[in-house]
């Protein structure tokens, strides 16, 4: 979730005013303040995750794993790469290393070699091999139902912690990816300037019964309905709830 500014030219001298007059307003430019952005009442956001729930009731994280805690070496693999690429690499990775002790008996150079494929693969290999560790020192080799033990982990920040917490150990946390950013503030659901903002937003406006699957349901809407350049509003179904303009149409 970069946001990229373009600089603007700095070396450039301004004009002087003529003596005696003020600087008017920019032309084209209105006085007036933007509106607020209008917030979905309770009862739309009720409504909303009503639907999901109705169209899939069981929401499924899309990475492969087979226990806690190749969840949480997919997790910390997938940092600006896909499910589709992380599952192609673990598939090979995990039938031979599934516990922090097979991964420290592979070594470095070994999961590098398995994980080649996926971005920043050499400082991933790294971290998975430090964090297999630190599991063994610290945990005896489990991996921690509690935040701040993963989050002390090499390679896991708030969203890998959230992602494991909620999927694995059934916590209602809610994991901020670029897909849920974008569709919290289109809708808008919790709109926010930064990840966190927007994961407070929704854990207060959320229905606490649909709060366990809340994370999944708006990651995949973002993955598969509303994309980032064309939103297909068209085969939305909270179309007529959502606030974002204009409509995308098929074409």
């Known amino acids: 979730m970069t946001v990229r500014k373009s600089a603007s030219s700095a070396n ?10 003020k600087a008017g307003k920019a032309p084209g430019r209105s006085a007036r303040k933007p509106a607020a952005l209008q917030l ?10 009503a639907r999901f729930h109705k169209v899939d009731p069981e929401p499924q994280g899309e990475l492969e794993y087979v226990n806690a805690y190749t969840l949480l070496v997919a997790v910390v693999l997938s940092a600006q790469a896909t499910d589709v690429g992380v599952n192609r690499a673990t598939r090979g990775l ?12 592979l070594g470095e150079d070994v999961v590098r070699d398995h994980i080649k494929t996926i971005g ?39 969203k890998t912690a959230n992602v494991v917490l909620n999927i694995f150990f059934g916590q209602p946390t809610i994991a901020v990816d670029t897909h849920l950013f974008r569709v919290s ?4 659901l919790a709109p926010g300037r930064t990840p966190l903002e927007v994961e407070q937003g929704l854990l207060r406006v959320i229905p606490e019964q649909y709060l366990l699957h809340a994370h999944h349901w708006l990651i995949l809407h973002g993955r598969y309905v509303c994309k980032a350049r064309k939103p297909e509003c068209w085969r939305c179904l909270i179309a007529d709830l959502c606030r974002y303009e204009p409509k995308s149409t098929p074409g």
Do not use: C
């Open 185 to 188: 503030n289109r809708i808008p």
């Open 40 to 49: 979905l009442p309770p009862a739309e956001i009720t409504e909303i995750f």
């Open 120 to 158: 920043l693969f050499r400082a991933k290999a790294r971290n998975v091999i430090a964090l297999s560790q630190l599991l063994i020192d610290r945990h005896g080799g489990e991996v921690p139902a509690d935040r701040e033990a993963l989050e002390a982990l090499p390679g896991v920040g708030r």
């Open 94 to 105: 995990f039938a031979v290393a599934d516990t922090p002790q097979k991964m420290l008996a």
């Open 12 to 21: 450039a001298t301004p004009a002087k005013k003529p003596a005696g007059k």
